[in-house]
């Protein structure tokens, strides 16, 4: 077969960076812009779009042609896909590199790599610690690229955009998916949509009139004889996971009597106090039986009323609680009263679980989509480490 050759993207690819707009003094005609953001590991997505006022020389320099590839310049370095004509006419902003190759090298390909170069850090190597907050057009010139003949690397780029297909298609579904359990939530959980067969009515309670309300806790660290036993205890940190059903840390039952932690049983709706970022008021719903540590609350409904409903509820509420605990005194934290004074409305027992099992049932269709698309990330991996490397070669017929 005939051997590989080495080229970089500067001697394959014209490359230049898009124009940054200054919305104080722009002028011009207002035109689709591709930024960073829209710009995804396997396809764009025009729908993210920003419209902004172009020149008549803008309009020349910046238009996208089919086959140009996109690099993100900052943001994650060097994510990239390929501009497939997707709107009819688009043109791109400073965030981006845009790549036209010069004398037939595959797009698809050059993609591909660079994807592999983030991927296993090699990127990371070639621009250097100092760089990776952007992507300079100097260091993009100067990555390498294997170079396959022609017929092989158009094979090589149909496989992979098969594997690419199937991710992105996934990842779509699953937005989609979210989308229609976020409608469902807020049809639902209000009773603006009732389920079929319920028309008692709903009443309003805070939360202290059905439900047990407590602040978990953390043993002391410099006893080792409260860390490393049998019951599972939770950190802030990992509520984002949402369904509860395993966590990091082990206690001992000396380090769950001998601090203020609390034994929350399965179904306790966990609320986070405080935390970094986004953390605070984000909620959360065991599967399993845990403790956690002091900046999260346990909230644990009596039998007449349903956890999984209670968790839907709070979980809509996230810009509601965060907004509560920013008047906090000032110290921008929830806590015990203000969880147990929120006010919910309650349906029914059998109108509360039936509305609990509708989500769940959406919530595991989701979790299968998210396994298969881990599963077909995975496979494009174990692709790229064979094609790419040239470990595994495409029977094509230049080399025949």
């Known amino acids: 077969m005939t051997e590989w050759g080495t080229s970089t993207i500067g001697d394959e690819f014209s490359v230049q960076l898009g124009k940054r707009v200054d919305t104080a003094v722009a002028r011009g005609v207002p035109k689709v812009c591709i930024n960073n953001r829209g710009v995804r590991w396997g396809y764009i997505d025009p729908s993210v779009a920003a419209v902004e006022l172009l020149t008549d020389a ?74 990776l907050a952007h992507l300079t057009k100097e260091n993009l010139l100067r990555v390498p690229l294997p170079v396959p003949p022609p017929a092989e690397q158009k094979g090589i780029s149909t496989a992979l955009r098969s594997a690419d297909d199937l991710k992105s298609s996934l990842e779509r579904l699953i937005a989609k998916k979210r989308n229609v359990k976020q409608g469902m939530m807020q049809d639902l959980l209000t009773g603006r949509t009732r ?51 395993e966590v990091a840390g082990r206690i001992t039952v000396d380090g769950l009597h001998e601090s203020s932690a609390h034994l929350f049983p399965v179904g306790t709706v ?3 106090l405080a935390g970094q970022g986004k953390t605070r008021g984000t909620v959360a719903v065991t ?56 006010d919910v409305r309650l349906p029914p027992i059998d109108e509360q679980r039936a509305i609990g099992r509708v989500l769940s049932d959406v919530d595991a269709e989701i979790e299968t989509l998210k396994r298969r698309l881990e599963s077909a990330r995975a496979v494009k991996v174990g692709m790229m480490q064979e094609l790419l490397t040239g470990r595994t070669r495409l029977a094509v017929k230049d080399d025949a």
């Open 58 to 131: 803008d309009i020349r320099d910046l238009r996208l042609m089919e086959g140009d590839l996109l690099v993100c310049e900052g943001g994650e370095i060097g994510r990239s896909s390929v501009w497939r004509g997707e709107v009819s006419e688009a043109y791109y902003l400073n965030t981006l590199h845009r790549l036209r190759s010069k004398q037939g090298y595959e797009p698809e390909l050059a993609a591909a790599l660079l994807e592999y170069f983030v991927a296993t850090g090699a990127l990371q190597a070639i621009v250097g610690k100092s760089s």
């Open 287 to 342: 599967r399993v039986e845990l403790t956690t540590n002091q900046s999260l609350a346990g909230i644990f409904p009596s039998g007449h009323h349903d956890p999984s409903f209670l968790y839907y509820n709070l979980d809509t509420r996230y810009d509601e609680l965060r907004g509560e605990s920013a008047g906090d005194g000032g110290r921008g934290g929830l806590n015990l009263t203000i969880i147990k004074n929120l």
């Open 270 to 272: 966990l609320m986070a």
């Open 195 to 245: 389920l079929p067969g319920f028309t008692d009515d709903w009443v309003v309670r805070s939360i202290e009139k059905f439900a047990d309300v407590r602040a978990g806790g953390t043993p002391s660290t410099t006893v080792s004889r409260y860390w490393g036993g049998d019951i599972r205890w939770m950190s802030s940190g990992e509520i984002h996971q949402k369904q509860v059903s």
